[in-house]
């Protein structure tokens, strides 16, 4: 069947699945592309001009793209490194590196929600595929005993009709894109949310703010006015002041414009200063809200005040690396797989061994490493296998030990702390031979007791009068 026939007849596009997604790819139908221009002007916004959103995005990048790839062996969990991992490594040519993979990856998720690369059949490098210009093709399938699915048959890239200079849309097939989508778009199958979608009207809100105290600033002054008139006027009459009040001097671009009233108004002014109207605490509650949908706790991006001896920058960066980095590091590595070339029996993992910010951890994980060998030690000599051992360590569970019919009993292991073989101290040492000559005693020296010559006691008395 052609390429076009599944596009018309069987395929579901997963840009018309929802408007959950702050940013996304809307079709008509399937031979009528139409892109939105939300991603540009979400970035804009939301990236450029919102501090809070880039301070977040910028710690997350950062910890993101610290971490390097290695095969993990599914047996013993070892990892390493090889020439496979060229690709990874230098992804979109000689001159780069995987941190600028990552980079781009998490700054393509937290915008729109996805992140395409794409592993060009014949090119020695990686392309990145902007997300607001590609769009998820699905198909639906028939099951042998009754129901249906939808599967993912590929991607459709496409710049809007606008941008010059970016070619004819095209077709790629699933297995050449690793698709990476952490935050599942609950309204749809296969397409990733942004973290910022909640977050949107508090970004709003805070370039609002932004806004007002920029005019507020400029001009010194409130318009938050309370307007009253002595004679009684018409409801039409109250209407056209309130519709010209509204026209003239509400929102943020209009505020703090100089008032003229008409006889017989008094206007009272309600607040005039950022204190009266709590702008800071207003303020600051939309912050921490938009912090809170990033993970990124305020001690790392400069809003909080460190706690004592920096314990803060520690909790706040091990909290920030175990809840959001670990998880993403790992789902990253399960969607580059795909196009990674994965040898037989390992998976592509991370190594967070190198990342200074994480340094201050490894006091604690070389004692949970001391704490499991001394674990492992006494099963050891207690009589179970090694792998039994190793095994209850990771898991806890006890029902996994097993007897080692080899091992003596645990009674016989001598008084040592160790699995090392031991002898009784001296028990292999030999006399020296008749022949060699012996060290000379010392002669006695007057006074040891050793030749009769010590002084004997002297009374009391006679010490008492000089003698002693």
Known sequence: MRLWDRLIKRDYWEGVASGAAILTTTYGSPDREAVLPQWSVWAQSAHASSAVVFAAMYVRM??????????????????????????????????????MLLARMEQDVSLAGNAYIWDAPGEDRLVRLRPDWTTIVSELVDVAGGGRYRRKIGYWWEPPKQVLGQGQGFFIPV???????????????FRGMSWLTPAYRDVQGDDGMAKYKIKYLDNAASPNLLIRYTQKLAPGTVDALRERMQARYAGAGNAFKTLVLDQGADATVIGNSFSQMDFTNVLQAGTERILADSMVPGVLVGLEALRGAGRGYEESMQKLAN??????????????????????????????????????????????????????????????????????INSGDVSVLQQDLSAP???????????????????????LPSSLPRLALPASSPGDGGNQTR????????RRNGHG
């Open 455 to 462: 002084p004997g006691p002297v009374p009391s008395s006679a």
């Open 175 to 189: 297995a050449e894109v690793a698709h990476w989508a952490p935050l599942p778009d609950p309204n749809a199958n």
């Open 409 to 431: 009993a645990p009674g016989m292991q001598g008084a040592g702390q160790h699995m090392l073989g031991q002898t009784p101290p001296g028990a292999s040492a030999e006399p």
């Open 62 to 99: 950062n910890l993101l793209s610290e971490a390097t790839f290695q095969w993990q062996a599914k047996d013993d969990k070892h990892l390493f490194g090889n020439t496979d991992l060229a690709k990874l490594e230098e992804p979109f040519g000689p001159d780069t590196t995987s941190q």
């Open 323 to 392: 809840l959001w980095g670990r998880p993403q590091w790992r789902s990253v590595c399960g969607a580059l797989s795909s196009i990674a070339g994965v040898p037989a029996g390992n998976r592509l993992w991370f190594d967070t061994s190198d990342i200074a910010a994480l340094q201050d951890g490894e006091m604690e994980k070389g004692q949970t490493a001391l704490v499991k060998s001394q674990a492992l030690l006494a099963l050891r000599q207690a009589g179970y296998t090694r792998e039994s051992a190793v095994q209850f």
